[in-house]
């Protein structure tokens, strides 16, 4: 029993180690999201903006990439960046920037296809009056991009989510090295092999609150910007 | 807002584009091992001894031997560390490494439950226990990963004069994972199964769990480390990966001596031992 209040203790104290752990898994995490919403928004007003043969598909497409499994996105990218692979010239296997790509990969999708979503619906609402006042195509994608910017802090809050809570995909091509590419979620996976449950319990209540720490604020970010915007 | 987002924007960028230069010059080496010399915590003892030393970063990616191989083999890791000498040989055979050494062992036991449905606690003879398990149809949880411990086991089998892929009933289940998670499967489904002894101390969740076989001379597990052929992957960090060897073979022995848990030595250096 001693051990399990030692790792009960680890935990609540926040040593060095956790935070380093913390910080880590956030830092990939976020930096995955802000890179899917630079690819994900842009695309998903695109396809909510024109018409072209085959768009259907790819919205289908895009709806079902949102169930990507992490493992099989982890398992592709490792045989990417491997050195035997095509872009094993620059060694990123097994680096952080390694779990930013994989997760990039698996959030994309679903910042694209919120967004799509989001945005089709306030064009069907805005369409007439854009069309109006002869707006060209890119004056239309930020004029909507700009007026759905508080929904589509939601669809970033649910790529957030996804890339915060999955393992299968990081755990791959990071390789779960200590102090440099262990995160929340394969440090539980390694203490639940270990056999030390209560770390792993006590790890995954971090995780839990980080992630409801990380909502909370963008949700304060939202209300604050909604009254500032009038 | 728009300051920040930039900035960060500007960060993210910066990182992915430059950050390899920096990791590059700082002085590291990536060692593909398993997972019975992470989870025992050896690892954790020994390396920041090397790395007072030497100034060298050790990352150590825990897995099977044979996907550690198979990283090795395709030069995502400088150095391999591992535990079943045919699958080593095989490898150094293939040209992907450059020499073997042995470095230290420990032993695999039989763990088991405590109400022994196979009547097997206490023997020294691993072979009878299995033929016993078998004619039992005692659950036995088997790694099924071709990891080190995976391999062990199914020679076992065959010293035994069982051939498990034939035989195999409901009662053998292959779970496909390390060897903390078989631990774990065992002490859920009080089953049998090989583990090594470095995870067995260290490993907290025993429920009911036993040692049932142990002493036996076949039960003998050999760790062995081998330089990745620089000549394959030039992108091998042969310097410091060979003083990482060189350190394990020589100070480093004595490190792997001194490392107890709960009072119990894990692993036994026998670097000077050329034939294991």
């Known amino acids: ?230 | 807002m728009k300051m920040l987002t930039r900035r960060l924007l500007m960060a993210v960028t910066a990182t992915l584009v430059f950050g390899g230069s920096a990791s590059a010059q700082e002085k590291s080496i990536l060692v593909a091992s398993t997972t019975s010399t992470q989870d025992s915590g050896l690892f954790g003892h020994i390396l920041p001894m090397f790395k007072a030393r030497t100034g060298i970063d050790v990352k150590v990616v825990a897995q099977g031997t044979g996907q550690a191989l198979d990283t090795a083999r395709r030069g995502d890791a400088d150095v391999v560390f591992v535990h079943a000498r045919a699958a080593e040989e095989k490898f150094l055979a293939g040209g992907f490494g450059v020499k073997r050494y042995p470095v230290m062992y420990n032993d695999f036991i039989l763990v088991g439950p405590k109400g022994d449905p196979a009547g097997i606690k206490g023997s020294k003879d691993i072979t009878a226990a299995l033929v016993a398990i078998k004619a039992k149809g005692a659950d036995f949880i088997s790694r099924g990963d071709k990891s080190g411990t995976h391999q062990a086991e199914l020679n076992l089998w065959k010293l035994a004069g069982i051939d498990i892929a034939r035989d195999k009933g409901p009662w053998y289940k292959e779970i496909g994972q390390g060897m903390g998670a078989a631990l774990n499967t065992a002490s859920a489904a009080n089953a049998y199964v090989l583990a090594d002894r470095g995870t067995w101390l260290s490993f907290k969740n025993r429920g009911e769990l036993m040692i049932a076989v142990e002493g036996d001379k076949r039960l003998f597990n050999q760790y062995g480390v081998m330089l990745v052929n620089p000549e394959k992957h030039p992108s091998v960090k042969k310097d410091f990966g060979q003083q990482f060897i060189d350190w394990l073979v020589s100070e480093g022995q004595r490190a792997i001596a001194d490392y107890k848990v709960n009072g119990e030595q894990l692993f036994y250096p026998n670097a000077g031992d050329s034939g294991a």
């Open chain 1, 1 to 230: 029993m001693p051990d399990d209040v030692s790792a009960l203790h680890l935990v609540l104290s926040g040593d060095a180690a956790l935070f380093a752990i913390v910080r880590l898994s956030l830092y990939v995490s976020l930096s995955a999201v802000l890179l899917a919403a630079m690819i994900g928004i842009p695309f998903g007003a695109f396809l909510a903006l024109t018409r072209f043969p085959g768009r259907q598909g790819v919205i289908v497409g895009l709806n079902a990439l949102m169930g990507l499994p992490p493992v099989v996105v982890g398992l592709a990218v490792y045989l990417a960046l491997s050195r035997s692979g095509p872009l094993g010239s620059f060694g990123l296997l097994f680096t952080p920037r390694a779990m930013i790509i994989a997760q990039t990969i698996l959030v994309a999708p679903i910042i694209a296809a919120l967004a799509r979503q989001t945005i089709e619906d306030l064009w069907i609402e805005y369409r007439d009056e854009l069309t109006a006042m002869n707006i060209g195509p890119l004056g239309r994608v930020a004029t909507l991009v700009w007026d759905a910017r508080f929904s589509l802090v939601t669809a970033l809050l649910a790529g957030f989510g996804r890339a915060a809570a999955e393992v299968g995909a990081i755990i791959i091509v990071g390789g779960n090295i200590e102090g440099f590419t262990r995160t929340m979620t394969t440090a539980i996976a390694l203490e639940t092999s270990k056999g030390d449950l209560p770390l792993a319990v006590g790890l995954g209540m971090v995780l839990i609150a980080i992630v409801i720490a990380v909502n909370a604020l963008a949700w304060t970010a939202r209300r604050a910007g909604e009254r500032w915007a009038g």
